[in-house]
């Protein structure tokens, strides 16, 4: 296995996009005090690629950064101009937001399209700064790692940056420490943070944490960690129906809670608990009581969970599972994954052992406010959640061709479909039985290409 540090030089000289990147950074700072507009996915490694590209912005090309973190995941034109009308820019950096053709639609309103993502490809850009590992085959990582692959190349990587990123690829699944295993592209970096930070990687009985799928006994202060900042991008949700929280933006709020962490600079290897952790962050409170709240739906949910998984069939030796099942009271507004396809992720070990099955896939059918939100998770790469979503999103759009809010996508393992009001549910429903179907019938006799 290569070192971290090898594997950075290595890709910035085999890898097009790694070097287009580190080339429109160095033209950002032959102008004068330039301004960037970041908008960057709301979730953790969405999180952690803005926190370290605004450091890198800042300390590289003395630039004024703007960081955006919508709910949706795509950018979509009106978007963008509503955020341009009273603003001019330099660059518009994209991370963690998806790898679509239509990006370059961008470059008549902003002078510089720069793309950081690690998502498979929905449509290739041809004509924006694209670093993405994973754009022509299948390459698991996390955005925050490539942000701080750039960050490190150009020799501005720091502890802070360090855990930004490792925090990231934990929120992505890209590594499990109580598990000792990582995906390919992040062992290397994983590899250095156990060297640096082995207060975080230690195995410990406590109580499972969301990202625990395979011993729900043991856990890691790492897993601990960032679940809290997790579950904190819900806040906003929380704050819907519980009048003690007071937080406008969950995403934002994690964003500036972690930017000013790291502005102290706190020795995070002397951390022993993650009571150590939160007492060094400026609004300890809220998260604590966002995380109480947090800790009574997933309780609430893995009953409901555990009752209502009802197997389909078997695809090329996955068993199939669907979950119908509402998300707390707090997420039906949820425009995103909030807690319930998490909760279907801890019942993936439970069904192999309860089935007999060598791997399994949990789908979560879940009604929600926009109309239906449908997660994939699981199916051992024989049985890919990216492709069963982007498919079913394919098909309702044919259905439903004048209806708007229609998409679906995501890995192999992981991967959301969502159909807005007012598609019928069982018009959902039915496209969803019938693309199981046909896989289990092909799967019969040929391996599925899905």
């Known amino acids: 296995m290569m070192l971290y540090s090898e594997q950075v030089q290595h890709l910035s000289a085999t890898d097009k996009g790694f070097v287009h990147v580190l080339e429109a950074l160095k033209s950002l700072k032959k102008i004068k005090s330039p301004r960037v507009l970041n908008f960057s996915h709301n979730d953790l490694d969405g999180i952690g690629s803005a926190v370290i590209m605004r450091r890198l912005l800042q300390q590289y090309t003395n630039a004024e950064v703007v960081t955006k973190l919508p709910p949706h995941f795509r950018l979509t034109a009106p978007e963008l101009q509503r955020a341009l009308e009273s603003d001019s820019f330099d660059m518009l950096l994209l991370t963690d937001k998806g790898t679509f053709d239509y990006y370059d639609d961008f470059l008549g309103m902003v002078k510089?399209?720069?793309i950081i993502d690690h998502h498979p490809n929905d449509g290739m850009p041809k004509r924006c700064v694209l670093f993405n590992p994973s754009a022509e085959q299948s390459v698991?990582?996390?955005?925050?790692?490539?942000?701080?692959?750039?960050?490190?190349?150009?020799?501005?990587?720091?502890?802070?940056?360090?855990?930004?990123?490792?925090?990231g690829c934990r929120g992505d699944f890209a590594f499990d420490p109580v598990q000792k295993t990582s995906v390919d592209f992040v062992k290397p970096?994983?590899?250095?943070?156990?060297?640096?930070?082995?207060?975080?990687?230690?195995?410990?009985?406590?109580?499972?944490?969301?990202?625990?799928?395979?011993?729900?006994?043991?856990?890691?202060?790492?897993?601990?960690?960032?679940?809290?900042?997790?579950?904190?991008?819900?806040?906003?949700?929380?704050?819907?129906?519980?009048e003690n929280i007071d937080v406008d933006y969950g995403p934002g709020f994690v964003f500036e809670t972690l930017s000013a962490f790291l502005s102290k600079r706190v020795k995070v290897e002397k951390f022993h608990s993650l009571s150590d952790f939160m007492g060094s962050l400026p609004d300890e409170k809220k998260l604590v009581s966002v995380f109480e709240y947090y800790k009574r739906d997933w309780d609430l949910l893995s009953r409901r969970a555990e009752n209502a998984s009802v197997l389909l069939g078997e695809i090329?030796?996955?068993?199939?599972?669907?979950?119908?099942?509402?998300?707390?009271?707090?997420?039906?507004?949820?425009?995103f994954p909030a807690l319930l396809p998490y909760v279907a992720s801890a019942r993936l070990e439970p069904l192999k052992r309860e089935s007999g099955y060598p791997h399994t896939m949990v789908i979560v059918f879940c009604p929600k406010d926009r109309g239906?939100?449908?997660?994939?998770?699981?199916?051992?790469?024989?049985?890919?959640?990216?492709?069963?979503?982007?498919?079913?999103?394919?098909?309702?759009?044919?259905?439903?061709?004048?209806?708007?809010?229609?998409?679906?996508?995501?890995?192999?393992?992981?991967?959301?479909?969502?159909?807005?009001?007012?598609?019928?549910?069982?018009?959902?429903?039915?496209?969803?039985?019938m693309l199981i179907e046909e896989m289990v019938k092909k799967s019969k006799g040929t391996s599925s290409s899905l």
């Not at 925050?144 to 930004?164: G, P, Q, R, T, W």
């Not at 250095?192 to 625990?212: G, H, K, Y």
């Open 112 to 114: 510089q399209v720069v």
């Open 140 to 167: 698991p990582s996390a955005a925050s790692l490539l942000c701080h692959m750039v960050s490190n190349k150009l020799k501005l990587a720091d502890e802070c940056d360090d855990f930004a990123a490792l925090l």
């Open 189 to 242: 970096f994983v590899t250095r943070m156990q060297e640096e930070f082995s207060n975080l990687f230690e195995p410990r009985l406590d109580r499972a944490t969301i990202f625990d799928i395979v011993d729900r006994e043991r856990t890691a202060l790492i897993n601990q960690i960032a679940e809290v900042l997790h579950v904190s991008c819900l806040a906003h949700m929380y704050a819907r129906v519980h």
């Open 316 to 335: 090329n030796g996955v068993g199939i599972y669907i979950l119908f099942a509402r998300e707390a009271t707090a997420m039906h507004g949820a425009p």
């Open 372 to 433: 239906v939100h449908i997660s994939m998770r699981g199916g051992g790469e024989l049985v890919g959640c990216g492709a069963m979503c982007s498919e079913l999103a394919n098909r309702m759009q044919k259905l439903y061709p004048e209806q708007g809010g229609i998409g679906g996508g995501g890995h192999d393992r992981a991967a959301e479909c969502v159909v807005d009001r007012p598609v019928p549910m069982y018009a959902v429903m039915h496209e969803l039985l």
